[in-house]
């Protein structure tokens, strides 16, 4: 079955440490890939997308995520994360399907930044 | 401000009531969905619509029953519901290209006494 994965719930760091929060998902042929944040009290926003071409993609505020597409993984990174990201992350994927763009989700990784 | 405007922003209702949620979309998109989010689970797509039609529907509930008049609005009507369907409901809305990119709203947080 098709699905995504998320291997990190709950990830607590220190200000100015680098992050990496994992994402994989099942499913064979050509998907489009999505990182979304959700800020306490906030409606989600996209943090970033790959189509195609580069497999590294950059977006908003700082993040990037490399697509690799042998391992079926699209991890998010940032090289230095601040208070501000304290947020839930959500991988998600469109996999081929017969209606418009509905979207799978991981499970959701919830990051705490401490000051 | 998001483009997708939800209400009510909270709801409280007895497992006897009925009520309704609300979507609007100002974005000038086609395609329009229901997601639910609950604690500690991954984003459920409950319905999604394309130009006013149902075009996916996940095994929901026949107590939950959606409506799209036109690309612009969506509702959910919600009945005899029971205390574990209690969760954030998430309009989004796309240009239904295939891409996959959602704009999402701020939700409605359903409880179910």
């Known amino acids: 079955a098709q699905s995504v994965s998320q291997h990190n719930h709950h990830v607590i760091l220190s200000e100015a440490a680098s992050l990496e929060l994992g994402c994989n998902y099942s499913?064979?042929?050509?998907?489009?890939l999505f990182w979304y944040v959700q800020y306490p009290g906030q409606h989600l926003q996209l943090l970033l997308k790959?189509?195609?071409?580069?497999?590294l993609v950059k977006g908003i505020k700082g993040f990037e995520a490399e697509f690799i597409k042998s391992k079926f993984s699209f991890n998010l990174r940032k090289p230095s994360v601040q208070w501000s990201d304290t947020a839930e992350y959500f991988c998600?994927?469109?996999?081929?399907?017969?209606?418009?763009?509905?979207?799978?989700f991981g499970k959701g990784t919830h990051l705490i930044i401490q000051p | 401000e998001t483009g997708v405007t939800q209400t009510p922003r909270h709801l409280v209702m007895g497992m006897t009531n009925k009520k309704s949620l609300k979507c609007e979309q100002h974005?000038?998109?086609?395609?329009m969905y229901w997601y639910k989010q609950s604690a500690k689970k991954p984003l459920e797509l409950m319905f999604v619509?394309?130009?006013?039609?149902?075009?996916e529907n996940n095994s929901v509930p026949s107590r939950f029953s959606p409506e799209c008049p036109n690309s612009s609005h969506l509702f959910l009507h919600l009945h005899t519901l029971q205390p574990e369907d209690s969760a954030l409901y998430l309009c989004?809305?796309?240009?239904?290209?295939?891409?996959?990119?959602?704009?999402f709203g701020e939700g409605s947080r359903l409880t179910v006494l």
């Open positions: 989004a809305s796309s240009h239904g290209r295939g891409t996959g990119e959602l704009f």
């Open positions: 499913y064979g042929g050509t998907v489009n």
């Open positions: 790959y189509f195609s071409g580069d497999p």
């Open positions: 998600a994927v469109n996999f081929p399907r017969g209606g418009a763009d509905g979207l799978t």
């Open positions: 974005l000038g998109h086609n395609a």
């Open positions: 619509y394309n130009f006013k039609e149902q075009t």
